[in-house]
């Protein structure tokens, strides 16, 4: 079975650091592609950058470009999202999803990460 | 680059059939037949429903299709039932690489 399978609920100061991650099982994890998208509260899905964990190919929304960094450790299946510097407009529940190219559509998606930033 | 654009709200009685649409530019919907939708349930991850314009995924009810025209994608859902209330989103691949959503749309099954 497919899984992708995300790190738990995080809260957070501004300024401080963050990583949050996504594994994948029940497949061959170097075939298929990860992308972030994220979903502000109460809004819509936004894409946020992909991987292609052969090789770290990384692409980002020239929305977040800048802000995060895209990472994957392909000897655990594991692809990560991270922050230097977290913003309160940060807020907001992540999801990775994977796709078999970076144009293809994403067949399965994790359950999400919650990500608070607050003082 | 704007989100599609798609109505913030459709509705419909059971067993009722509604369309809503996707709009987008050259550069994603007009341009590449990579148009995909997702059904979201509340507090839910987003499930693909439509795949490659008007393919449906292994498993998803064939109550569920797809079309383009353009610059404009369309979702049909055929003997609306009450699980199907959701928000959907449509997108695109674009040009410049990377995913394009739209706003959303709410569906609720009156």
């Known amino acids: 079975e497919v899984q992708l399978v995300q790190s738990g609920a995080e809260v957070k100061k501004p300024g401080e650091s963050l990583r949050i991650s996504c594994e994948g099982s029940g497949y061959y994890f170097n075939n298929y592609w990860i992308s972030w998208v994220r979903q502000m509260p109460g809004k819509g899905l936004e894409w946020v950058g992909t991987i292609d964990p052969t090789d770290s190919y990384t692409k980002y929304s020239p929305s977040f470009q800048h802000h995060v960094t895209i990472s994957a450790d392909k000897s655990i299946s594991t692809v990560y999202l991270q922050w230097g510097s977290l913003k309160a407009s940060d807020t907001a529940m992540y999801f990775c999803?994977?796709?078999?190219?970076?144009?293809?559509?994403?067949?399965?998606w994790g359950q999400g990460t919650l990500v608070t930033v607050s003082s | 680059q704007s989100a599609l654009t798609q109505p913030a709200s459709v509705s419909g009685s059971p067993g009722q059939s509604i369309t809503t649409s996707c709009t987008g530019v050259s550069s994603d919907v007009d341009g590449y037949n990579y148009v995909s939708w997702f059904q979201q349930h509340p507090g839910k991850a987003p499930k693909l429903i439509i795949y490659?314009?008007?393919k449906r995924p292994s498993g998803v009810s064939d109550r569920f299709s797809g079309s383009k025209s353009g610059n404009t994608a369309s979702l049909t859902i055929s003997g609306l039932q009450a699980e199907d209330e959701a928000d959907y989103y449509c997108s695109s691949y674009t040009s410049s690489g990377g995913w394009l959503f739209g706003g959303g749309t709410k569906l609720t099954v009156l």
């Open positions: 999803a994977r796709h078999f190219s970076e144009s293809d559509y994403p067949d399965y």
């Open positions: 490659d314009v008007s």
